[in-house]
């Protein structure tokens, strides 16, 4: 169930994800790790900045989490994203032991550009998971989140999209 605090953290990613702009082809996305109700780490989607394919937001945030946290394992902690986690993301976010993600937009709110598979969602991933301890929700300030976004019936240019 969204809370309070959830709202909060993702109103930071927000804020985060805008300091790319608000072009959505400068793919905004932002990601925060909450652990014991402080931040741990944040990050922004870094892909063309870094010519790095898995410098996603999570992931860039889960890799400074971990050294801030010192220990790989994330266990308890909260990943806020603006945007619903790719298959990578997710895995990623499995094995850092991460107990919980908490998403804005999700798939049908956003271009399919954003998604690497057009069936396999994250709650696939979740769902078949060894670890039964994660829980994923989804929707929080949703609108807020999506409309950094092109929307699921922008007319993108091929070239912009990552996913083809």
């Known amino acids: 169930m969204i809370s309070e605090t959830d709202r909060h953290w993702m109103a930071r990613a927000i804020a985060l994800a805008r300091t790319k ?37 999570e992931i860039v945030t889960i890799r400074a989490a971990g050294k801030a946290h010192g220990d790989m394992d994330l266990r308890g902690a909260t990943l806020y994203s603006t945007l619903q986690p790719c298959g990578m993301c997710t895995m990623g976010s499995i094995w850092a032991k991460i107990g919980r993600i908490v998403y804005g937009a999700g798939r049908d709110d956003v271009h399919a550009m954003y998604f690497e598979d057009r069936h396999l969602d994250t709650m696939d991933f979740v769902r078949d998971a060894f670890r039964d301890d994660l829980t994923l929700e989804g929707g929080c300030l949703r609108e807020d989140c999506a409309a950094l976004y092109y929307r699921p019936d922008d007319d993108v240019p091929v070239e912009e999209q990552g996913n083809i």
């Not at 400068?26 to 652990?35: F, L, N, Q, R, S």
């Not at 109700?37 to 937001?57: M, P, R």
Request: aromatic residues 0%; glycine residues 8%.
């Open 21 to 57: 702009g608000s072009d959505p082809s400068d793919t905004p996305i932002a990601a925060i790790i909450v652990m014991d109700g402080a931040q741990l780490a944040a990050g922004v989607n870094q892909t063309v900045e870094a010519c790095d394919a898995t410098a996603h937001a």
